[in-house]
């Protein structure tokens, strides 16, 4: 297969899609499309080998196109990869992928009867240099047995759900925006399967705004080793955009900072933690975006596979859920 031929749809965080497409030796970036045509003439002048459109359907129908970057509103996802699949292109899409479990079925469905084509979606933490560092340490066992994980996203930009498309949308779910980011984080960590959760929810910070549901949510995990853990969202938090996590394990324990990050290996307080530098978030958002590249071309495995996409989706359809209805939920994997 030569140089794929590739789109983007959605120029916010697609113009970091652009950029990665580019610069990738193996990918031809020849079109970019925004509704808004004011955002697609600030982008497009940027990338002078790609044509602007302002339907998607010039770029989803385009029979010359192979690859697809899919980062329009969460409301457009299903139809717009339905589309792209459809028409026999691979699709690099934005979380979530899609908003209801229904739709990621039907994606499932069409992906069977397109079995040559590949998909992916951005969970990008699992290219920050501190969480690769974290399961490289996983893996050798310094931290033992995990028996406890935490992951908080703390999104730190409230105007972006009570002022921004976020708030305009019929349904919106802070857990599929962005719990699915520590969701997938802490499966990919463990090498483990979340299989019930028992979540909670409010709405206090965005009372009166218009946005139509829980703007923080905590859920209680439980693993398939017999692991526990803790998932929070917090769209509304007086604190900055980060990822707050802990591990601990038999052998040591994992605590993520602003700064930097520890490593515990002892009990007694006067044996200081290991400080860990490694940076943090220190990701491009189109990172992975390459490893997708070089699966479609036959080259190994997405950092990001199918697999991951339905299972992440999966479990925070779960805390969805529970929330609402107030009672535990076992994770039922699309």
């Known amino acids: 297969m030569g140089r794929l031929r590739a789109g983007v749809i959605g120029l916010g965080v697609g113009e970091k899609h652009a950029e990665a497409l580019a610069a990738n030796a193996d990918c031809e970036l020849v079109a970019l499309c925004d509704h808004d045509a004011e955002k697609l003439a600030q982008v497009a002048p940027r990338f002078p080998g790609a ?30 990869t339905m589309r792209a699949l459809d028409h026999g292109k691979h699709v ?29 979606s951005n969970l990008i933490l699992r290219r920050s240099p501190r969480f690769l560092d974290l399961r490289r340490r996983i893996e050798r ?6 028996y406890h994980l935490e992951a908080d996203y703390n999104f730190g930009r409230l105007d972006k759900i009570t002022k921004g498309w976020r708030g305009r949308l019929n349904f919106y779910s802070a ?19 979340i299989v019930e959760v028992s979540a ?7 009372e009166g705004s218009g946005f139509r549901n829980f703007d923080n949510v ?7 080793s017999g692991a526990i853990g ?45 400080r860990l530098e490694t940076e943090y978030p220190g990701v491009h958002k189109g990172d992975l975006i390459a490893s997708f590249v070089n699966a479609i071309l036959g080259r ?12 992440s989706l999966s479990v925070c359809c779960a805390i969805e859920r529970s929330a609402h209805a107030g009672a535990p939920v076992m994770v039922e994997y699309v």
């Open 51 to 80: 044509r602007a459109v302002a339907k998607d359907i010039e770029i989803l129908d385009d029979p010359t196109i192979d690859l697809i970057c899919i980062a329009s509103y969460d409301d457009a996802h299903f139809t717009q």
């Open 92 to 120: 690099f899409v934005e979380k979530p992928f899609v908003v209801h479990e229904h739709e990621a079925r039907a994606i499932r469905k069409q992906l069977e009867t397109h079995k040559n084509l590949r998909l992916s």
């Open 141 to 146: 066992g310094e931290l033992g047995r995990l």
């Open 175 to 193: 857990v599929h925006g962005g719990g699915v980011h520590v969701a997938d984080l802490l499966m990919w960590l463990a090498g483990d399967r």
């Open 200 to 206: 909670v929810g409010n709405a206090m910070v965005t």
């Open 218 to 224: 905590v859920a209680v995990l439980r693993f398939a």
């Open 230 to 274: 803790k998932l929070g969202v917090n769209f509304g938090c007086m604190f900055p955009h980060f990822h707050p996590v802990s591990l601990y394990g038999t052998n040591a324990t994992f605590i993520n900072g602003r700064e930097c990050a520890w490593l515990y290996t002892a009990r007694d307080p006067q044996v200081p933690p290991v």
């Open 300 to 311: 190994g495995q997405a950092d990001v596979s199918e697999e991951d996409v339905f299972a």
